[in-house]
């Protein structure tokens, strides 16, 4: 994994807007509705061709393929594995409970993106791993000469399959995220093996808590996440920690956040994982302050930083000095080499869904990079 030795690099979460063409043939597939496969896979590679290319353009050094093939980040499993099967209803967070007339104008403006949330009804294997070996060959490819630093692909943790999709089947929420984690093991394998880094995205560790368990306590919350944490390293075991990423966050949605747990409480759990490079929230107004903890609280010597100094919810573009400001930050409390300028979430988490207008994001990720080349400037000295 590339370091910012002598440049603040800059990535993001990895979901990004997706073409009307990508939308439609995604919906199709999910509904099992009849879709030419040789079409399916052109229309991807040719999206992903063009994303890198503007995520080059914005002056983005650490490129994915904005998750152009999944029609979300947690819920593409049911195309990959087996014993997944029909609908199910969508837990919606407790801060949006608490103000119902908000959570309904939400739902009837279409602010909640539609698609199928499968149960497990059977037992878990891989059905097939065609899907990620095309991820990764659209994405080598589409990287080819484009003078990406490098690029990474998303996979889905164990635990936010396991907060997403109901268990019917197993019985006991440890044998589900052992089922879980041995059958992600070989998609996480292959795009290690790829060259490509893994990011594993784990809302589970952060949102879980004031949405699929936000009738537990703090404690039975922290229980499950450190299950959580013992099978998702167990499907990492053997993988490299410098070739993988993990991001955590508290839900990609405007709301009023005020049941978020702080990343105060959720640090000796993250702190567990595996992978080298945390991705975590630190441009939205509900988080922005929690950057203080690095002061008393220090970072592990395996660990590097990606802070968000983006925020996902806004359409406000923020001002490359703010970006800049909120780097400065981070590196004088960890070291300018230990932090990767990202945003707080991905820009695209649900396809044809987000509170990012297409073009925004694109201005966004552009105050990203000059953001990262001021604060650049003022580390590095260029």
């Known amino acids: 994994m590339k370091r910012s030795t002598d440049r603040i690099l800059t990535t993001h979460v990895g979901s990004l807007p997706r073409p009307e063409a990508v939308v439609e ?22 999206s992903v061709a063009a994303i890198v290319r ?17 029609i979300s980040y947690a819920t593409y499993i049911r195309h990959r594995l087996t014993g997944f099967e029909g609908d199910s209803a969508r837990p919606t967070p407790q801060d949006l409970d608490d103000y119902p007339d908000y959570r309904d104008r939400l739902v009837k403006e279409g602010a909640s993106a539609k698609y199928l949330r499968p149960v497990c009804r059977g037992p878990i294997a891989v059905k097939d791993l065609g899907p990620v070996e095309r991820d990764i060959a659209h994405l080598q490819a589409a990287m080819e000469g484009s003078g990406a630093a490098e690029g990474f692909l998303n996979a889905v943790s ?34 290690v093996a790829s060259g490509l880094l893994l990011q594993i995205d784990c809302p589970d560790l952060a949102m879980g808590r004031h ?26 075991a053997g993988l ?16 009023p956040h005020t049941h978020d747990m ?52 806004s359409n406000v573009v923020e001002h490359p000095r703010l970006v800049a400001q909120r780097i400065l930050r981070f590196a004088g409390l960890v070291g300018p080499e230990r932090v990767i300028a990202g ?13 990012v207008h297409p073009l925004i994001c694109w201005e966004k990720l552009r105050a990203l990079a000059e953001g990262a080349r001021i604060a650049s400037a003022e580390l590095f000295g260029h």
Not at 28 to 44: H, L, N, S, T
Not at 167 to 186: T, V, W
Not at 217 to 236: G, I, K, T, Y
Not at 343 to 355: I, L
């Open 211 to 236: 949405s699929r368990f936000k009738h537990d306590s703090d404690a039975e919350f922290l229980h499950r996440a450190a299950l959580q944490v013992e099978a998702l390293n167990e499907a990492l």
């Open 343 to 355: 945003s707080d979430c991905g820009f695209g988490t649900f396809a044809g869904f987000g509170p």
């Open 240 to 255: 490299p920690p410098d070739r993988m990423r993990l991001h955590i966050c508290w839900g990609n949605y405007e709301g």
């Open 25 to 46: 043939l995604l919906f199709a597939q999910d509904r099992g509705e009849a879709y030419d496969p040789g079409r399916f896979d052109a229309v991807m590679a040719g």
């Open 262 to 313: 702080p990343l105060a409480d959720l640090l000796p759990v993250l702190f567990k994982v595996r992978p080298m490079a945390l991705l975590i929230e630190g441009a939205n107004a509900r988080h922005e302050h929690e950057w203080e903890i690095w002061q008393d609280t220090k970072l592990p010597d395996d660990k590097i930083l990606v802070p968000g100094v983006l925020d996902t919810c």
């Open 158 to 191: 164990p635990g936010t399959i396991a907060v997403f999709q109901p268990d019917e089947h197993y019985g006991s929420y440890e044998a589900y995220l052992a089922a879980l984690a041995a059958a992600m093991r070989p998609e996480y394998e292959r795009i």
């Open 54 to 70: 503007q995520q080059r353009d914005a002056g983005v050094d650490i490129v994915s393929d904005g998750e152009t093939s999944k």
